[in-house]
């Protein structure tokens, strides 16, 4: 057979690009690798040792006004041949009208779960087994399907981790954003099919009249999480969880999406919970933050507190393993150990087996007895809250330790606590 072959069309997602290396020892490489290190120090050794960095505005909690989403004592269990997983164990959270609440913890610690929860989505064998989910005054646990499909997409919505599994691959893109306003807003077809496509070009995608007749397994990874989020914010709604929103997409999007969810929630009033791991979203997007650690939420705050002061011992393990620009340190931090297992969690604090500061202050009660999330002692009511021995004791009553925070230097264990070392 003869002929030519034609040139291959690049994907619309990618334009491919060939580099010659003109040196094929890779010395131009080496040189330029080592030009940008010189560059990247001479920008750490600009940084000043004590940078002022103006704070960003925080909506501060009215102590008065109720909240838009209450949960209670949710306790989310998983019924497995190896026993039963306690994924969610006695979950207290709550959103006002216009606040972002950042929720934080390592995987596996119950974030999805929770958010699961609150949209009455838990997958088999899942059950949600105690508590209470309060939206604007309404029981959501008592809800029939039908009645939860009737909030879900409108006052209701959710961002879902892994947008290849959540979008339905038979329905092109825009058709699967048409179906939200076809079930919730009283729009003709050729309404919908704009209004569509409009979503779709305010989360970034190009040419949205052509990708909305696009199939998911057309799109890219970034492109279908920004399809999710079209989706999740096409009526407005008055929640919004937001599972890991960001991590498919590039920072520039990433910028983008953060400031689409910014001003919908000063336009609109929309509550946000921000279920994500990366801290640096967190501070930038978030007006209070929750920490949760193997089913529990372990510590709240507003994110300047938080930052500042972190008293849990574990969140000071976590914020303590962020690099940070101009601090120089042979190694980050690490949190010893792994997250205990939660078909048969430990007696008593579940982080005791991976705090140092236990030992440091002979609390042998962390490893008898389940702490309460309460008060600290430096707060008035419930603006700062941990679950944690080192600011309570065994009857709840507030107790400070050495100057009302954990000692920096006991913020987690070296290497590996020895077999029988402390209470």
Same mark, same amino acid.
């Given at each position: ?194 209004? %569509?496509? /409009?979503?779709?070009? @305010?989360?970034? &995608?190009? !040419?949205?009249? =052509?990708?909305?007749? +696009? ?32 991590? %498919?997409? /590039?920072?520039?999007? @990433?910028?983008? &999406?953060? !400031?689409?969810? =910014?001003?919908?929630? +000063? ?34 705050? /507003? ?121």
């Amino acid at each position: 057979m003869s002929g030519t072959r034609p040139d291959p069309t690049p994907a619309d997602d990618e334009v491919r690009m060939e580099v010659h290396d003109p040196d094929p020892a890779g010395a131009d490489a080496a040189r330029v690798a080592a030009d940008r290190a010189i560059a990247d120090q001479a920008l750490i050794d600009d940084v000043p040792d004590e940078a002022v960095v103006e704070p960003r505005p925080v909506r501060q909690r009215d102590p008065d006004e109720p909240a838009l989403l209450d949960v209670r004592g949710l306790k989310t269990h998983f019924h497995t041949r190896s026993g039963v997983v306690q994924a969610v164990d006695g979950v207290d959270l709550s959103v006002q009208r216009g606040e972002v609440l950042g929720v934080v913890g390592e995987s596996g610690c119950g974030k999805s779960v929770t958010a699961l929860s609150i949209m009455g989505l838990v997958p088999y064998p899942g059950k949600v087994e105690a508590g209470t989910v309060t939206f604007d005054d309404q029981d959501l646990t008592g809800l029939s399907n039908r009645q939860m499909s009737r909030l879900r997409g409108d006052r209701l919505s959710m961002i879902f981790q892994q947008p290849g599994s959540a979008l339905n691959p038979v329905h092109r893109a825009g058709r699967q954003i048409e179906e939200v306003y076809e079930l919730h807003r009283d729009y003709d077809d050729e309404e919908q099919t704009r209004r %569509a496509a /409009d979503m779709l070009r @305010q989360v970034g &995608i190009p !040419d949205p009249e =052509r990708r909305a007749r +696009a199939y998911p397994h057309e799109l890219s990874g970034g492109m279908a999480q920004r399809v999710m989020i079209a989706m999740a914010l096409a009526c407005q709604p008055d929640l919004l969880i937001a599972d890991e929103p960001t991590t %498919a997409l /590039d920072v520039t999007i @990433q910028a983008q &999406i953060l !400031d689409l969810m =910014r001003d919908l929630v +000063a336009e609109s009033g929309t509550a946000v919970v921000l279920i994500t791991h990366d801290l640096g979203v967190v501070a930038e997007m978030a007006d209070r933050v929750a920490v949760m650690y193997a089913g529990q939420v372990v510590e709240e705050a /507003d994110v300047i507190t938080l930052f500042e002061d972190p008293k849990h011992p574990y969140t000071r393990g976590l914020i303590g393993s962020m690099p940070v620009l101009g601090d120089r340190r042979e190694a980050l931090e690490t949190i010893p150990g792994v997250v205990p297992n939660l078909v048969d969690p430990p007696v008593g604090c579940r982080f005791a087996d991976r705090c140092h500061a236990r030992v440091e202050h002979d609390l042998s009660i962390c490893t008898e007895q389940d702490p309460e999330l309460l008060p600290v002692v430096e707060t008035d009511g419930d603006a700062h809250v941990v679950r944690c021995f080192l600011h309570h004791d065994a009857e709840g009553r507030p107790r400070a330790v050495e100057g009302g925070s954990t000692p920096a230097d006991v913020v987690t264990a070296p290497a590996e606590l020895a077999p029988g070392e402390g209470p």
